[in-house]
Nanobody, 123 residues
């Protein structure tokens, strides 16, 4: 089981990025998925989560209205569209697969983690 995150990079404040996370193995279509991030010197924090069928999504207050999580089960891929990026959004972003089917905010329910992709926002 592997999760491969991509799409990070350098963007100016106010710009957009789209992260992707490709899943291989037996997981994905029955699993809730999530995105987390960790900035230097800070703890990992929840960003967004999506249920197994995409019907339910959750967002942290800091990204609500700016970020959108979506999934394509046919392609075993989850996306994070990030708009109106701010300097405080800069971090390493990780995708994760939950052991449940639901959108959840708690890191401990996520069993599998990708390697992370760096997002840098210049002001």
């Amino acid at each position: 089981v592997q999760l491969q995150a991509s799409g990070g990079g350098l963007v100016q404040a106010g710009g957009s990025l789209r992260l992707s996370c490709a899943a291989s193995g037996r997981i994905f279509s029955n699993n809730g998925m999530g995105w987390f991030r960790q900035a230097p010197g800070k703890e990992r924090e929840f960003v967004a989560g999506i249920s197994y069928n995409g019907a339910s999504t959750l967002y942290s207050d800091s990204v609500k209205g700016r970020f959108t999580i979506a999934r394509d089960n046919a392609k075993n891929t989850v996306f994070l569209q990030m708009n109106s990026l701010k300097a405080e959004d800069a971090a390493v972003y990780y995708c994760a697969a939950s052991r449940t089917s639901y959108a959840q905010t708690t890191a401990r329910v996520y069993t599998y983690w990708g390697q992370g992709t760096q997002v840098t926002v210049s002001s």
